[in-house]
T-cell receptor
Framework: AQKVTQAQTEISVVEKEDVTLDCVYE???????LFWYKQPPSGELVFLIR??????QNEISGRYSWNFQKSTSSFNFTITASQVVDSAVYFC????????????FGGGTRLMVKP | EAQVTQNPRYLITVTGKKLTVTCSQN?????MSWYRQDPGLGLRQIYY???????DKGDVPEGYKVSRKEKRNFPLILESPSPNQTSLYFC?????????????FGPGTRLTVL
């Protein structure tokens, strides 16, 4: 069964600090997809990234970067030079090819960036 | 504007009174899904649909029903709501090409069952 663990329930940083949000997943499939979503205080869910299991290349998008390591079953998310607007709950999610296309979310990490 | 709409946005009801939460998308997406969000548990998938007349159970389907008679609509039905179904509900849709893609979420429906 697929499972996603976000061990950090809350993180608090001061603006301009770098912060890494951890995501560890469990799967028996060789083909799977990983996602990160952001939920700001306004409540909507915003897509950040999708990665398939065959693409271990790290990704950078502005201040955001993602480190996918199959050897440790992790898909960590780093925000460089954090800003107050980054304050949100961040969710990591997993979809296995052979799990009927179910999407399993982690419990989320609440990030608070203080000025 | 490409969007997923849900109605109602807020609902307070009583135990046992059947209700339907509507979900509609205007992006011609094949895949639609319902989630519930509870504190500390993240989002849990209730049901999903790969296309018209094709629906499957997610992690927490008990107490819910869905139907997919048209591509754009995916209503969530609670035949006999109970207090443990008090939650924040999200509908989502996405294209289905080479596996699951970015999901577009509706604004959420906050349901309280007394």
């Amino acid at each position: 069964a697929q499972k996603v663990t976000q061990a950090q329930t809350e993180i608090s940083v001061v603006e301009k600090e770098d912060v890494t949000l951890d995501c560890v997943y469990e799967t028996r499939d060789t083909t799977y997809y990983l996602f990160w979503y952001k939920q700001p205080p306004s409540g909507e869910l915003v897509f950040l990234i999708r990665r398939n299991s065959f693409d271990e290349q790290n990704e950078i998008s502005g201040r955001y970067s993602w480190n996918f390591q199959k050897s440790t079953s992790s898909f960590n998310f780093t925000i460089t030079a954090s800003q107050v607007v980054d304050s949100a709950v961040y969710f990591c999610a997993l979809s296995e090819e052979n799990a009927g296309n179910m999407l399993t979310f982690g419990g989320g990490t609440r990030l608070m960036v203080k000025p | 504007e490409a969007q997923v709409t849900q109605n109602p946005r807020y609902l307070i009801t009583v135990t046992g009174k059947k209700l339907t939460v509507t979900c509609s998308q205007n992006m011609n997406h094949e895949y639609m899904s319902w989630y519930r969000q509870d504190p500390g548990l993240g989002l849990r998938q209730i049901y999903y649909s790969m296309n018209v007349e094709v629906t499957d159970k997610g992690d927490v389907p008990e107490g819910y029903k869905v139907s997919r008679k048209e591509k754009r609509n995916f209503p969530l039905i609670l035949e006999s709501p109970s207090p443990n179904q008090t939650s924040l509900y999200f509908c989502a849709s996405s294209l289905w090409a080479s596996g699951p893609n970015e999901q577009f979420f509706g604004p959420g429906t906050r349901l309280t069952v007394l």
